[in-house]
């Protein structure tokens, strides 16, 4: 099977690339074979080196915003070149050339985003500025959607979404994201891993992994935090990920002020990561809205208990291993983060089994052929 695989950005880390990654290079051994078209190629070296797949060569660099007008044309001529078995996109803010099966991935439909937005405790001018990018994004990819033939939900609650947008339930599959069972394992965290982010190997840490925004809830785990601090001093809470240039008023609003027991350490190396899961306590996952989280994974993958808002894919994943909580409810969240405290380890070894037994990235890659089979055929 021939496929053209477009996504947005494949020039570095990050979530929807990380799947699409992912997932061709576990497929490609199926028999799949990949031309890979992205959008945003500054740095095509690092996806050659990191995609060993053909790549369609002499195809014209699509440099979009978030409507991709001018792709439009690029992808038609990227189709008559290939001619694929199938198209797959990993965002539905591109229309799929007529006369080839299509299937999206939808990562998450904003639907839920612009209510929200009005509860960020971020300026009005900002408030404004997301509310209006968001609602326009769900607008126009809403639109999109009756272009694509088939359609690949990474949640059950994004495909309840898709249901909900019109989208007839026969057209739609779920195939929640993977992750690399070999990499994220449960191991001793190497003494390096303290000493470089100045963490103190006697506390029991508390890791949160994400871009440093409202979406993602850090102001909630803050908050959350200056509870759990009053009865456990020994606990420290660390925050892992990039603060975008918009969102540095809302962390140096967070941070000042903060406890030395809450800590913001900035984007970290991937190779790091590992390091930080294994070197937690218990992991944190805050978020308003969310597709299938790859932390949640991966932090699960390394024995970790989870406690995570009731969003996105999150009991996809976990199942009844998992400490639910309310979106943007901080005193709930104070309450789960004590009892995974309290539960320690006592659910690694199922946790662990659960991911290799059910989202590794190979279960993962058979189960997305059998919707590319079926797609293909449409």
């Known amino acids: 099977m021939k496929v053209l695989l477009a996504v947005k950005d494949l020039s570095g880390y990050g979530g929807v690339n990380n799947v699409a990654i992912e997932l061709a290079k576990h497929m490609a051994p199926l028999g799949v074979e990949f031309h890979v078209l992205s959008y945003r190629t500054r740095e095509f070296p690092w996806m050659k080196e990191h995609i060993p797949l053909p790549v369609a060569s002499g195809l014209p660099i699509i440099e979009i915003l978030e409507v991709p007008l001018r792709a439009m044309g690029a992808f038609r001529k990227a189709v008559d070149k290939v001619r694929p078995d199938l198209v797959h996109v990993h965002t539905p803010a591109i229309v799929p050339p007529k006369g080839v099966p299509s299937l999206v991935t939808v990562h998450g439909t904003y639907m839920r985003d612009v209510p929200n937005l009005l509860?960020?405790?971020?300026?009005?001018?900002?408030?404004?500025?997301?509310?209006?990018?968001?609602?326009?994004?769900?607008?126009?990819?809403?639109?999109?959607?009756?272009?694509?033939?088939?359609?690949?939900?990474?949640?059950?609650?994004?495909?309840?979404?898709l249901?909900?947008?019109?989208?007839?339930?026969?057209?739609?599959?779920?195939?929640?994201?993977?992750v690399d069972t070999s990499e994220f394992k449960p191991q001793k965290p190497a003494n390096a891993i303290y000493g470089k982010y100045g963490l103190d190997p006697a506390s029991r840490i508390v890791l949160s992994v994400g871009t440093i925004t409202p979406r993602k809830g850090a102001h909630l785990v803050v908050e959350a935090a200056k509870e759990v601090l009053k009865a456990h001093e020994d606990v420290l809470f660390v925050f892992a990920g990039a603060c975008p240039r918009l969102g540095r008023s809302y962390l140096k609003k967070m941070s000042s002020g903060a406890s030395d027991r809450i800590r913001f350490i900035g984007q970290v190396p991937q190779e790091d990561l590992l390091g930080l899961y294994n070197a937690c306590s218990a992991f944190v996952s805050a978020s308003y809205t969310e597709g299938c989280s790859l932390n949640i994974l991966e932090a699960a993958a390394c024995g970790k208990q989870v406690v995570s808002t009731d969003v996105?894919?999150?009991?996809?994943?976990?199942?009844?291993?998992?400490?639910?909580?309310?979106?943007?409810?901080?005193?709930?969240?104070?309450?789960?983060?004590?009892?995974?405290?309290?539960?320690?380890?006592?659910l690694s070894g199922r946790l662990r089994e659960r991911m290799e037994t059910q989202f590794s990235w190979e279960k993962v890659a058979k189960d997305m052929l059998a919707v590319y089979r079926s797609a293909a055929e449409r």
């Open 119 to 161: 509860k960020y405790p971020v300026s009005l001018p900002y408030k404004a500025f997301l509310c209006s990018l968001i609602y326009s994004q769900y607008r126009f990819e809403r639109h999109a959607l009756r272009y694509f033939d088939r359609f690949h939900a990474v949640s059950s609650m994004t495909a309840d979404e």
């Open 163 to 178: 249901r909900a947008m019109g989208v007839p339930a026969g057209l739609i599959s779920m195939v929640p994201n993977g």
């Open 312 to 346: 996105g894919g999150a009991r996809d994943v976990l199942g009844d291993l998992g400490i639910y909580v309310p979106a943007g409810d901080p005193a709930a969240l104070a309450e789960g983060i004590v009892e995974a405290l309290n539960l320690g380890c006592s």
